[in-house]
């Protein structure tokens, strides 16, 4: 291999590394047996969701997990492997993957690194079956607004029951 080749791998590993290094979870999937309208159409709600999907040559994979220091995915670097890279939102990708899964049953997740812990199957899944960061932060505020929302309610019955006393006099 020439030395030109050899220094075009390392640098497509490094960016593939930097990558890694700013991605808030990192899966693996095996895309094989999925059709060309599958795989456009998983594309598709990845990136609506601000997240990307890249088919990268494992070797690469395998330098670039090493040269960003994220372990528990060189196993999973074997055969068709297409990578999942998370932003801030680290359930989103394990969402829209786990419930492309149950209708596209060829897709399977091999393994997944959140906020840089390596992370079982079982763990992803349930990472999938959180509400949504804007639904947390809805339930949140929620929660905040019930005791102003509750004493609105009790000050406007106390004021009510006043106006009915007042009228029934």
Known sequence: MSEANIAKKQEIASAVAK???KA??????DYLGLTVAEVTDLRKQLRDAGIEMSVIKNTILRRAAKEAGVEGLDE????PSAVVFGGEDVVAPAKILVDFAKNAEALEIKAGVIEGRATSLEE??????LPSREGLLSMLLSVLQAPI????LAVKA???AKDEAGEAA
């Open 19 to 21: 990558r890694m290094e």
């Open 24 to 29: 808030g979870s990192i899966l693996v999937v």
């Open 76 to 79: 999973s670097f074997a055969g």
């Open 124 to 129: 992803i899944d349930a990472i999938a079956k």
């Open 149 to 152: 929302r509750n004493t609105a």
């Open 158 to 160: 106390v004021a009510e």
